[in-house]
């Protein structure tokens, strides 16, 4: 049986003898982590051979001849890197060609497939994965609470440790493209001297993201801080937020509120940030945040309408929600 692995996490410990004479089967949606993944691939047999030849193909291209042509030793070297991209393009005519070579691979061969999730050559995929020279690594799509981890395994990679509140911090200010996370978090550890890094040192590099002062609006709001409220507000606007992306904000960090009210607890949720919702939490009511939900329902129904006035609806709606937690 083929031997699985998790591409969820980065890895830089993949050797020679992991991919030489053997198939590395990459697979799922998640094509950072899976581009990574050949990128490791790569690496492994050039540390191995620095004269070793690495070709590219796609599986709608490959036959029995093509896959011959490209795993033969050449003129400059025995060792060489196959990667065949889009496996689930893979010709039924190549199949079985394909799983007599991957049954016995050749010892001086990396041959890495890599298939992009899905149903499409899903049968290819079952039959790989039954032979004992196939190695699998899965680059699932992240769950929302693995982000953190991601994060902090980056920060590792560079030889520095990232804290709760900092790491999802950034996951604020950035996004949730690992791509861009990555590059942040590289940004983050190579730029500073210190190796344990937090909240006040990503606040320096990513503070001033728009995304980030979205969900200082929102906790203002809910907070019931009418004057700090009213000024992001306006500082939002003014520097080109979209104001359908702060209520957005808004929203979503009622919601959470309000799951909270209700006794409703995310366990996925870091015990900073459960700290930080059970504060905003106090003062309300579960009919309070009934209503603040509906309030900011009409608010969004007024900016989608082309509201003539953003402002004059998102300042509205900071005195509504005030008011009502203050009842």
């Known amino acids: 049986m083929a031997r699985t692995a998790s591409a969820s996490t980065p890895t830089d410990s993949l050797t020679a003898s992991d991919v030489l004479g053997r198939v590395t089967l990459v697979t799922g949606k998640e094509e950072f982590l899976g581009e990574r993944m050949v990128a490791a691939a790569k690496a ?3 540390a191995f051979d620095p004269e070793a030849e690495v070709s590219d193909a796609t599986a709608a291209d490959l036959t029995l001849a093509t896959l011959g042509e490209m795993s033969a030793p050449s003129l400059f070297s025995r060792i060489r890197c196959v990667v065949v991209r889009n496996l689930e393009n893979l010709p039924d005519e190549s ?14 061969v990396a041959l890495v497939l890599v298939h992009g999730g899905g149903q499409k050559g899903s049968g290819t995929l079952a039959k790989l994965r039954k032979l004992p020279k196939v190695t699998e ?21 560079h030889g520095a440790t990232i804290d709760e509140e900092g790491a999802d ?5 950035v996004g949730q493209d690992l791509r861009a996370l990555s590059a942040a978090t590289s940004q983050l550890a ?3 001297d210190a190796k344990r890094l937090g909240l006040e040192h990503v606040k320096q590099y990513f503070g001033g993201r728009a995304e980030v002062k979205n969900y200082v609006i929102a906790d203002a709001i809910i907070a019931g801080d009418r004057v700090k409220a009213l000024e992001e507000i306006r500082w939002a606007l003014d520097t080109g937020s979209s104001p359908v992306y702060v209520l957005s904000a808004v929203a979503g960090q009622l919601r959470t509120v309000a799951s909270h009210v209700a006794g409703i607890r995310d366990s996925g949720t870091p015990p900073w940030k459960q700290k930080t919702v059970a504060g905003l939490a106090r003062g309300w009511s579960r009919e309070g945040i009934g209503e603040a939900l509906r ?8 900016l989608k309408g082309a509201a003539s ?5 998102l300042e509205r ?9 203050q009842r």
Not at 95 to 108: F, I, K, N, R, T
Not at 317 to 325: E, F, G, K, M
């Open 137 to 157: 690594h899965k680059s699932v799509e992240l769950k929302a609470r693995e982000f953190g981890s991601f994060v902090k395994s980056e920060m590792r990679l």
């Open 309 to 313: 006035d953003p402002a004059y609806t």
């Open 190 to 192: 190579n730029d500073n």
């Open 44 to 46: 492994a047999v050039k």
């Open 295 to 302: 309030s900011v329902a009409r608010a969004d129904a007024d």
């Open 317 to 325: 709606l900071v005195l509504t929600i005030a008011a009502l937690r």
């Open 95 to 108: 199949v079985a060609g394909l799983m007599e070579y991957a049954g016995m691979p050749s010892d001086e």
């Open 169 to 173: 911090f950034l996951i604020q200010a």
